[in-house]
């Protein structure tokens, strides 16, 4: 099904992400836990894309592992590494295993870069609607303002341009704050930015996911949140729920605020997607 259509369905709903093994003796083990993420029947499950496109093969076929868990499957695809033919031989790829939905990124800059034939996602979304119009395309956003851009309003330009394109949703990077990202929501349907926006969640389980996040992201972290950390960080089992705890009450406020499609970053831990979507089991009617 493609996503498009997915998320106009008036209903909270929850999706997982998972990505590859970087090498095939981690194939199976993460294969596992693919399926057990698939065995809770999300909304749809999103599979990441290597630095460079290092485990591309790995994409499309846990992608199309997915599918065949009759599962919805979002393929993530990377440009800023890549030449039109690698990007022609990946679409193809995903068109031969009858994958629909793809997440065009720029992707990470390399240490090394120097530009190639992309620099940007829009650049990614015209090549794929010139490949195959067919494909539903989604895209990210950062409800905190890209890291590389200034200003926020021209990080929004820059999404209105990807939308304008032909991409049809957007997914949001992390954010522990949801008060930022109601304000990122006004900003950008302001600016005529209309297409569906999914919530992205990541549950903290351990405290060395802290330094990891603010690396990736940058995103702003709340006092509360931080306490929370603080608090009970020497305690494994402690800081699980707590992190756990934080995370369902930013889905629950976000459903009661008619966000209703919300994608946890999951980490390949079936576990820790299986105590959400329980917390959440009568709102999602589970």
Known sequence: MKLSEQLKIDRPMLSFEVFPPKTEARFEPIMEAVKGIAKLNPAYMSVTYGAGGGTSQYTVDIAKK???????????????????ATIHSQLSA????????ILALRGDLPKDYVPGEYRHASELIDEIHHFDADFCIGGACYPEGHPESARQKDDIGHLKEKVDRGCEFLTTQMFFDNDLFYNFMYKIREAGINVPIVAGIMPVTNAAQISRIVDLSGAFMPQSFLNIVDHFRDDPASIYEAGIAYATEQIVDLFANGINHVHVYSMNKPDVAAAIQNNLKSILKK
Do not use: R
């Open 94 to 101: 995903l068109k031969a295993a009858g994958i629909e939905n």
């Open 66 to 84: 997915i599918k065949a868990m009759n599962v919805t499957p979002l393929a993530h695809l990377t440009c800023v590494s890549s030449d039109q």
